[in-house]
């Protein structure tokens, strides 16, 4: 069964937070991936990835969560309710094997 993969991109001192706050949200599997702050402003989209500003401005290593989904009715159910209640961080859906 295929899954969908989100991956949220926050500063690294949200890290803890935004991971007990995906847990508390119903997500069971959540990787931590270190990104150079070079490559996430090379593969960024400005508007889109940039939803904190210090991503941008402090210049620093930023933290990509990505946690993972069902490719059911109810996985994608629960990847609805899950980015209605995490602030307005765009979740960059997609499916893995």
């Not at 997500?27 to 991936?33: F, K, L, S, W």
């Not at 990104?35 to 508007?47: G, L, T």
Request: aromatic share 12%; glycine share 4%; net charge negative.
């Amino acid at each position: 069964m295929k899954r969908m993969q989100a991956t949220i991109k926050i500063p690294q001192r949200l890290t803890q937070e935004m991971t007990e706050k995906l847990k508390g949200l119903g997500v069971r599997e959540i990787r931590t991936n270190m990104v150079a702050y070079e490559n996430f402003r090379r593969a960024s989209r400005m508007d889109y990835d940039f939803v904190y500003r210090e991503m941008e401005t402090d210049k620093k290593d930023v933290v990509y969560l990505d946690f993972f989904f069902d490719d059911t009715p109810e996985g994608r159910d629960a990847s609805y309710e899950l980015e209605l209640n995490l602030y307005q961080i765009p979740l960059n859906l997609r499916y893995v094997d």
